[in-house]
């Protein structure tokens, strides 16, 4: 039965190796095998279990490009308002 799972974690390592193993070396085996199989992995969040999963894209998006727009009006600003040194 262990060389069962840890064929499934090798696998796992294959399939995903930035996840590792992800924790399944120490997880026990389930008493029965599922039924079915998994069409599709798909990491990260889900945005249609609620609309926070939209908001904090939109979220994101915003603080991105609200701080490029301050970066370049405090450039352009600085820029106006500088002063000539006189004695150069």
Do not use: Q, Y
Request: charged residues 15%.
């Amino acid at each position: 039965m262990n060389e069962l799972s840890m064929e499934g974690v090798e696998r796992l390592r294959a399939l995903c190796p930035v996840l590792g193993t992800a924790g399944l070396e120490s997880t026990p085996a389930a008493p029965f095998a599922p039924r079915g199989k998994i069409l599709k992995l798909k990491l990260g969040f889900n945005p249609n279990s609620s609309s926070v999963g939209t908001t904090v894209v939109v979220l994101l998006w915003t603080l991105v490009s609200s701080s490029a727009v301050l970066a370049l009006a405090a450039a352009v600003l600085a820029h106006r308002f500088s002063r000539e040194d006189p004695k150069a």
